[in-house]
């Protein structure tokens, strides 16, 4: 059920400053309108005649609450409004010349203006129903608005998350089948693996995607995973990294990196046969943290087609989502040697972190 | 008996290694690191166990098995691959996960040991078709041509023809002949984008210009490279299903 605008602060006051001015006016039109009435006639006649037709008005407003009519039922509106002003107007017309019958023609004034009276009434219920219907028909239209963008967004950390479970057991459970290598053959490093991996997915568990972290922080992240895959792939794999202190200091969002690199490692070394090399080159362009990241493939397993791999869309939508740009994944294969460069950025980093 | 280990990784190969020290009857002959060296082991050593991995550079293990016309018998060794597991459970194949111990590889040896007066011809056939099912295995089509091998990506395929025991894979660079059934094909391929037109053709409906009509019934599809395919009355319904026409 959505909330009465009564509920909301903002919206009692307004509604009970429209119906004082409402209370007021009539008022002065009671005193000063042909011929006028004394104060003590126009205030009573006035207070009864609105405090009535408020309390007239709350039935249509809880209504409307539990039920909003759809377009072709407005005509439904129209009949309670009717209703409602009618019984009122009985109810003030008895009320008021017990009140005030005993002022000399009051009676047959009262008499005389039912017709406006009615019409005053039908005006403000007509008012106060039509905002009522306006503001729930907003009110619903947020709640989906809201439900959508929910759904989307628990859509998207499922696809996210499946995403990433693809490559992750892959590389979970080979680099424990090297462990169990190792024990038999190098103790020493199968300890020093059996570290790195805990760290690895230890920094996995803990990060979260909303949150940024300095290049150098999901460098030294990525310098674990690098490692894990060269013992996994033994001398085969080699990688440089170059950054400077400039940019070790930038912001990035966390794991937007990873699976870059992933995707490298993946048409780089899963993929291909022969001495690998993965270069990530940091840089500075304007407002800009660039980031480069080169690997081979092998053109004749891979076509080009294949060149985004499904690691690089989630970077491409989480880059949208958060930047609102499309340009700032760039990708481009030269012989070889694939290149993915993503730019990141860094006036939106502050805001964001505000 | 001559064993021949098939995988990336150096260390896998350790284990797999360390573990047969055991077994002085299996001579270990050769360590391949990906499937293309793996088929040429095999085709020069003919060995009568391999131990293969899945997921490898060049070809992967089903496609390195798809391309032998003796396969040996098979001990699959993999990390994690849900379709393959899929597979190989639907065969009762045998087949390690990452990381495996000794007692476990025992067991398979076991197994290998008492199956030995079975071919595995049947079993692998009949493995690779469910493998081929899962939608990893299906990006591309390996062929061999002469003693090469070709990969084929998908999108290359023009249209594939039946011819007798083999089915003829058209693209710009000549035909391929694959030992399969059109059957075979019209299930493992995507079907959004590729449709049997006829009992003898698929098209890849990404090189079709135009369908025009063609004697009483019938209708024919040209090609982007010019080729007419013929189309069968219900070839022409499932076209025009997948066309959205």
Same mark, same amino acid.
């Given at each position: 059920m959505s909330r009465s605008p009564l509920s909301v602060n903002r919206f009692r006051t307004i509604f009970i400053s429209i119906w004082l001015a409402v209370i007021f006016d009539i008022t002065f039109v009671l005193k000063w309108y042909g011929s006028g009435w004394d104060w003590p006639v126009a205030i009573i006649d006035s207070l009864i005649s609105c405090s009535l037709l408020f309390i007239f008005c709350l039935p249509l407003m809880i209504m409307l609450q539990y039920y909003t009519p759809r377009q072709k039922n407005y005509v439904n509106i129209f009949i309670w409004c009717a209703f409602i002003t009618g019984v009122w107007l009985a109810l003030t017309h008895w009320l008021l010349s017990l009140a !005030? %019958?005993? @002022?000399? %023609?009051y009676d047959s004034f009262l008499h005389q203006s039912q017709i406006i009276r009615g019409s005053i009434g039908f005006l403000l219920t007509g008012c106060v129903a039509l905002a009522f219907v306006i503001w729930y028909n907003w009110e619903e239209q947020q709640e989906n608005e809201k439900r959508k963008q929910d759904s989307e967004k628990l859509a998207k950390e499922a696809e996210l998350f499946k995403l990433r479970q693809q490559l992750q057991p892959h590389f979970l459970f080979n680099s424990l089948n090297s462990i169990n290598a190792l024990i038999g053959i190098r103790p020493e490093e199968a300890r020093k693996m059996v570290q790195q991996l805990s760290d690895f997915l230890r920094g996995t568990l803990k990060k979260e995607e909303t949150q940024w972290v300095s290049l150098q922080e999901e460098l030294q992240y990525l310098q674990l995973y690098l490692d894990i895959e060269k013992v996994r792939f033994g001398n085969r794999l080699s990688t440089v990294i170059e950054s400077t202190d400039t940019t070790n200091e930038m912001k990035l969002p966390a794991l937007l990196l990873q699976p870059i690199v992933e995707n490298a490692i993946k048409? %780089? !070394? @899963?993929d291909t046969t022969g001495e690998t090399m993965i270069r990530i080159t940091a840089l500075v362009e304007g407002n800009n943290l660039v980031l480069k990241v080169e690997n081979p493939f092998d053109p004749e397993t891979s076509s *080009? *087609?294949? %060149?985004?791999g499904f690691g690089l869309k989630s970077v491409q939508r989480r880059l949208y989502l958060l930047f609102?740009?499309?340009?700032l994944l760039v990708t481009e294969a030269k012989e070889n040697i694939f290149t993915t460069i993503v730019k990141i950025p860094q006036a939106t980093v502050t805001i964001a972190e505000k | 008996m001559k064993v021949i280990i098939i995988d990336d990784e150096p260390l896998a190969r350790s284990v797999v290694k360390e573990y047969l020290q055991k077994y002085p009857q299996l001579e270990l002959w050769q360590e391949c690191n990906d499937g293309l060296e793996g088929l040429k082991a095999i085709q020069e050593h003919n060995p009568d166990l391999i131990f293969l991995d899945i997921q490898m550079p060049k070809i992967n293990g089903f496609e390195m098995l798809e391309l032998l016309d003796q396969p040996p018998a098979v001990i699959f060794t993999t990390a994690f691959d849900e379709y393959a597991i899929k597979a190989f459970e639907a065969h009762a194949v045998d087949y390690l996960l990452k990381p495996f111990s000794q007692e476990r590889f025992d067991k398979a040896i076991e197994k290998v040991m008492a199956q030995?007066?079975?071919?595995p011809e049947k079993i692998t056939q009949e493995l690779l078709e469910t493998a081929a099912q899962s939608p990893s295995q299906s990006q591309r089509i390996v062929v061999k041509n002469g003693s090469k091998i070709k990969i084929i990506p998908l999108q290359e395929v023009f249209y594939l023809e039946a011819a007798d025991d083999y089915v003829k894979i058209h693209t710009k660079e000549g035909y391929f002949l694959k030992n399969k059934t059109m059957n075979h094909f019209e299930q493992s391929l995507d079907q959004q984008h590729f449709v049997r037109s006829h009992r003898s053709y698929i098209i890849n409906i990404q090189q079709i210009t135009r369908i025009d009509p063609y004697e009483k019934d019938n209708h024919v599809a040209i090609l982007r490279s010019g080729a007419k395919v013929p189309v069968s009355r219900n070839g022409y319904v499932r076209l025009r299903q997948v066309l959205g026409l």
């Open positions: !005030l %019958g005993h @002022y000399e %023609g048409f %780089g !070394l @899963y *080009s *087609s294949q %060149g985004t609102g740009r499309n340009d | 030995k007066n079975i071919s």
